[in-house]
Nanobody
Framework: QVWLVESGGGAVQAGGSLRLSCAAP???????????IGWYRQAPENQRERELV?????????NYADSVMGRFTISRNNSRKTVYLQMNSLKPEDTGVYYC????????????????WGQGTQVTVSS
């Protein structure tokens, strides 16, 4: 299992930027590095669903939701066991709790295997 800790959320105005971090300080490096890590958003109006924002494979292949393409960039530093989500040109509709997860597919679907989730970090974008 990969223990994940998110940070970097906050409140910004539309057009602003935030950088989220997903760290796995208690995980074995090889275990973290072998996992696809994804960022998911739970919007305030949809408490039942977490939608994929971006995901990155162990070798750096990335997948983005259409709504964030060109504005968000996902990256990973395997030696630091950390995945980052750089969010630029933020919009009010980006508001939500952002979770990182390990163990799902690059397109965000379940592998039907073990998954790990962090506790989430709040992002609020005002107009």
């Amino acid at each position: 299992q990969v223990w994940l800790v998110e940070s970097g959320g906050g409140a910004v105005q539309a057009g602003g930027s935030l950088r989220l971090s997903c760290a796995a300080p208690r995980s074995i490096t090889s275990v973290f590095n072998g996992n696809i890590i994804g960022w998911y958003r739970q919007a305030p109006e949809n408490q039942r669903e977490r939608e994929l924002v971006a995901a990155i494979s162990k070798d750096g292949r990335a997948n983005y939701a259409d709504s964030v393409m060109g504005r968000f960039t996902i990256s990973r530093n395997n030696s630091r066991k950390t995945v980052y989500l750089q969010m630029n040109s933020l919009k009010p509709e980006d508001t939500g709790v952002y979770y990182c997860s390990a163990g799902r597919n690059l397109d965000g679907t379940s592998t039907n295997g073990p998954e790990s989730w962090g506790q989430g970090t709040q992002v609020t974008v005002s107009s």
